[in-house]
T-cell receptor
Framework: GAVVSQHPSWVICKSGTSVKIECRSLDFQATTMFWYRQFPKQSLMLMAT?????????EQGVEKDKFLINHASLTLSTLTVTSAHPEDSSFYIC??????????????FGNGTRLTVT | GEDVEQSLFLSVREGDSSVINCTYTDSSSTYLYWYKQEPGAGLQLLTYIFSNMDMKQDQRLTVLLNKKDKHLSLRIADTQTGDSAIYFC??????????FGPGTRLSVLP
């Protein structure tokens, strides 16, 4: 089945530094990828939707200058948390769309990245 | 806006059936989904159902949809300890405007 690889799975960084998270579709091409943030014991919050070759669409309240998304190819999307602060500590999950009528549905998920900012 | 609700916790004994319920508000929903999230991991799509279907079965999983009441359920037969996880219900309109529920934490007791 479709596999999405997310890297790194766990990262600790100092406040003020930037962190890049990669999301790759391994055996299929993903026109659309989604980035979610999940707080402990809570549901997923959609941060942005990225489409290959175009600018990402950010959800209301998500700072596009802080959470930079690049979807340069059909198999790779990256999320860069710039100038990270402790309140950015969270679990970030990427997802890739399906095919056909479900190409805009987040069907295939990565295993998530736990970011801790000290 | 659209809303998806689930009970937050469910405990069952190993071997029993689990039924996880979900209600949604958007009558325009065309796809409804169930995802499983194990600790520290991403989500795994378990199954999805089109809104013109009443039931879908896949091995131990049975999905029931009552479109009139906007109620979706996931039944897991012969629940095992490996089924312990958080189960998310989600809905979309033609694959767009995806909305997740808060998740139901299923605990399977030996």
């Amino acid at each position: 089945g479709a596999v999405v690889s997310q890297h790194p799975s766990w990262v600790i960084c100092k406040s003020g530094t930037s962190v890049k998270i990669e999301c790759r579709s391994l055996d299929f091409q993903a026109t659309t990828m989604f980035w979610y943030r999940q707080f402990p014991k809570q549901s997923l919050m959609l941060m942005a939707t990225s489409n290959e070759g175009s600018k990402a669409t950010y959800e209301q309240g998500v700072e596009k200058d802080k959470f930079l998304i690049n979807h340069a190819s059909l198999t790779l999307s990256t999320l860069t948390v710039t100038s990270a602060h402790p309140e950015d500590s969270s679990f970030y999950i990427c997802s890739a769309g399906g095919t056909g009528p479900l190409n805009n549905s987040p069907l295939h998920f990565g295993n998530g990245t736990r970011l801790t900012v000290t | 806006g659209e809303d998806v609700e689930q009970s937050l916790f469910l405990s069952v004994r190993e071997g029993d059936s689990s039924v996880i319920n979900c209600t949604y508000t958007d009558s325009s929903s065309t796809y409804l989904y169930w995802y499983k999230q194990e600790p520290g991991a991403g989500l795994q799509l378990l199954t999805y159902i089109f809104s013109n279907m009443d039931m879908k079965q896949d091995q131990r999983l049975t999905v029931l949809l009552n479109k009139k009441d906007k109620h979706l359920s996931l039944r897991i037969a012969d629940t095992q300890t490996g089924d312990s996880a958080i189960y998310f219900c989600a809905e979309s309109i033609n694959g767009q405007n995806f909305v997740f529920g808060p998740g139901t934490r299923l605990s399977v007791l030996p």
